[in-house]
């Protein structure tokens, strides 16, 4: 069965330092796979996503970025923390664009 | 431009009442695909079903069932006999294919909470 992991599950940030969070999927093999973010608010906001190594498609400008350096691992990165980069940050994948995702256990992350 | 809308933002009741969550969205593709989700306190979102645009059969599994009216642009989730363990936010969401067959990202509801007291 597939399982997907999340490292670290909380994280408390300086503003200005860098960001590292780690997704990886086990399996399955070429997972589309998601980055999204979910502020206070509750609503999910997808950042970014990857059909394939090294293909990243970024939905929203901002100061993070994200990597796909092997079929199953996808890193979100931040080179200087914001303040409004704080909230719970999932990764998910899916077997096809489309269709259902499934999402890790999410990292909590707090700018300060 | 897709969107969903889930204007129940928290509803509340007691243990053995049923509840219908509502989901009404907004799309111009031609292929969709409509997804209910839930996440519990702990935070991980659960998938609970999928539905495409050409299937407007309703859906029951156990005490859940989905009632999806492409005229309405409806996708309604009603739990049967609540529990404590129903407690969550409960998200709503659609993805899409256009005309060209580009991917349209997901795009979730801002959720509603339901509180079930026992």
Known sequence: ?112 | AQKVTQAQTEISVVEKEDVTLDCVYETRDTTYYLFWYKQPPSGELVFLIRRNSFDEQNEISGRYSWNFQKSTSSFNFTITASQVVDSAVYFCALSGAGSSGGYQKVTFGTGTKLQVIP
Do not use: M
């Open chain 1, 1 to 112: 069965s597939q399982t997907i992991h999340q490292w670290p599950a909380t994280l408390v940030q300086p503003v200005g330092s860098p960001l590292s969070l780690e997704c990886t999927v086990e399996g399955t093999s070429n997972p589309n796979l998601y980055w999204y973010r979910q502020a206070a608010g509750r609503g999910l906001q997808l950042l970014f996503y990857s059909v394939g190594i090294g293909q990243i498609s970024s939905e929203v400008p901002q100061n993070l970025s994200a990597s796909r350096p092997q079929d199953r691992q996808f890193i979100l990165s931040s080179k200087k923390l914001l303040l409004s980069d704080s909230g719970f940050y999932l990764c998910a994948w899916s077997v096809v664009l489309l269709f259902e995702q499934y999402f890790g256990p999410g990292t909590r992350l707090t700018v300060t």
